[in-house]
């Protein structure tokens, strides 16, 4: 314990040397984004004196989906409304939070709320409500800034989406000419036995992610941790490794062991990058090892694995009506998911539950924080028996904007 002790101050003592010397070097770093920085990265409106700026964003498509000939008809969705309030309360504090409201009032989600003491570049705190930077996705997910109407399956399935809990922790950031190194490191709250104990009967983080008291209690009663190293060139682009661990089953009651600490550990690496400064190319690969009971059947997978990617293009960009910088794109997505890695030990067959899919999309940009998406979603998904794949498709039609 006591080396341990001597270890962490050497190195917040590093931190703060090299913090010292940023500040005295750091030039031109202003325009310098990282996925870290889409929380502040945002616009807000602010009034005369009042210390207060909010802003936010609203999400709302109609479509159209077939299954296997078998069509729902026409739909119309309004996704999420969600509310950002800013506040710079002194020198170097800051305090931001943002609200959701999913499919009209059904989910109302605090997905953010903390306040961060900036100390030096590379040194600073935040408390709070903090949204665990596993992922690039759940770091900068906001409706308006991508062409795409459904959220990437990987990171809402795999990861679940805008993934967030109550923790403190540091984060940083180095400049070195081009170069930026990031770092984002939180103790928090974690996941519950939700898990694998849940109505979709497999794996699901998401399941677990909705346990109404983990903003007050830690279900698996030790920290889950989360933290994300990112260095980012700004001629060629970004790159992120990020992981997530902790135990999700209530493993001690009132001081004694009443069961074996189940952990569950998330890996992600993301990256983007701009070519020709017209075609944008974004992915991320998610990957989750879980610790499931021996009395569980193998429809409960201990691995899952995902990924995305996108590729985007500007085909036009010039005045439309009194739009000055307006923007015509168009894309396509490609992901896939796995429930279940894994297979059969019986017949030595491979385990399904998996996902594959292709989403075309063209987008219009009046102004750079509104996009029109029209969508088309092919899918092909295999049960847990890999049974002949279900195939859908899915027309949609979107709007996204900030206000």
Do not use: C
């Not at 933290?227 to 992981?243: C, V, W």
Request: proline share 3%; net charge negative.
């Amino acid at each position: 314990m006591k080396k341990t002790y001597i270890y962490t101050i050497k190195i917040i003592a590093l931190l703060l040397l090299i913090s010292i010397t940023e500040v005295i070097s750091q030039t031109d770093t202003v325009n310098q984004k990282l996925n870290m920085d889409a929380v502040y990265d945002r616009p807000f409106l602010k009034l005369d004196k009042l210390p207060l700026a909010i802003g936010g964003y609203l999400e709302a498509n109609s479509q159209f989906s077939q299954t296997d000939g078998v069509n729902e008809g026409i739909s119309f969705q309004a996704r999420r409304l969600t509310l950002f309030f800013s506040s710079t309360i002194a020198d170097r504090i800051k305090f931001l939070s943002e609200i959701e409201f999913e499919d009209g009032t059904k989910e109302i989600n605090i997905e953010f709320a903390a306040v961060d003491i900036e100390l030096f570049p590379l040194l600073n705190i935040r408390s709070g409500i903090v949204m665990n930077p596993i992922g690039a996705f759940n770091q900068n997910h906001d409706g308006p800034k991508w062409e795409f109407v459904d959220r990437p399956l990987s990171a809402t399935t795999i990861i679940p989406s805008t993934l967030s809990n109550v923790g403190v922790g540091l984060f940083g950031k180095y400049y070195l000419s081009n170069w930026i190194f990031a770092y984002e490191a939180y103790l928090t709250n974690g996941f519950d036995d939700k898990i694998i104990d849940n109505e979709e009967n497999r794996t699901s983080l998401v399941a677990g992610k909705k346990n109404i008291d983990k903003f007050d209690d830690n279900f698996g009663t030790l920290p889950t941790y989360s933290g994300k190293l990112a260095i980012r060139n700004r001629k060629i682009g970004e790159l992120g490794i990020s992981f997530l661990n902790g135990i999700y089953n209530k493993w001690q009651i009132d001081g004694v062991r009443v069961d074996n600490q189940r952990y569950l550990s998330i890996l992600a690496l993301d990256f983007n990058t701009t070519l020709y400064n017209r075609i944008d190319i974004i992915g991320e690969y998610s990957k989750l090892w879980i610790n499931i009971p021996e009395t569980y059947s193998k429809q409960y997978g201990n691995q899952q694995k995902g990924f995305y990617l996108d590729i985007i293009a500007n085909i036009y960009k010039d005045k439309v009506l009194s739009w000055d910088n307006a923007k015509l794109n168009i894309g396509v997505r490609v992901e896939y998911v796995d429930y279940n890695i894994g297979e059969f030990t019986e017949t030595n067959t491979e385990i399904g539950d998996e996902i594959w899919a292709i989403v075309p999309t063209i987008s219009f940009r009046p102004v750079s924080t509104t996009v029109v998406r029209f969508n088309y979603r092919y899918q092909s998904q295999v049960d847990f028996l890999y049974n002949p794949a279900s195939k859908s498709g899915v027309i949609q039609l979107g709007i996204s904007s900030y206000f």
